[in-house]
Nanobody
Framework: QVQLTESGGGLVQAGGSLRLSCAAS????????MAWFRQAPGKHREFVVA????????YYGDFAEGRFTIFRDNAKNTVYLSMNSLKPEDTAVYYC???????????????????WGQGTQVTVSS
């Protein structure tokens, strides 16, 4: 099974940028739809953005489009999340997730994802 490891979180001032990485190990990376979710204290896990194993246009959560960008590099078994114009309300633990192989139904749904990383903390100060 695929294993996911996030990195790149940290503390940033409002208006700043961060790039998160999620490295995958195990079966060929190209067969997985990948997504980023986030969870703030006391809140449900929230969909950020996803990209199908087919490639194509990413699918963004409402708050993410225009500020966040997902990119997958199948050659490096890595998916990235670039975040710009960060706001204090973006503070959360960010999780990388993968669907079962060859699936891309319900990209925005937490329950559609089978594999999860351990998360990386992003803190945006005002």
């Amino acid at each position: 099974q695929v294993q996911l490891t996030e990195s790149g979180g940290g503390l940033v001032q409002a208006g700043g940028s961060l790039r998160l990485s999620c490295a995958a190990s195990g079966p060929p990376f190209s067969r997985y739809a990948m997504a980023w979710f986030r969870q703030a204290p006391g809140k449900h896990r929230e969909f950020v953005v996803a990209i199908s194993w087919r490639g194509g246009s990413p699918y963004y959560g409402d708050f993410a489009e225009g500020r966040f960008t997902i990119f997958r590099d199948n050659a490096k078994n890595t998916v990235y999340l670039s975040m710009n114009s960060l706001k204090p309300e973006d503070t959360a633990v960010y999780y990388c997730a993968a669907m079962p192989p060859w699936s891309d139904y319900g990209l925005e749904s937490v329950t559609a994802y089978k594999y999860w990383g351990q998360g990386t903390q992003v803190t945006v100060s005002s």
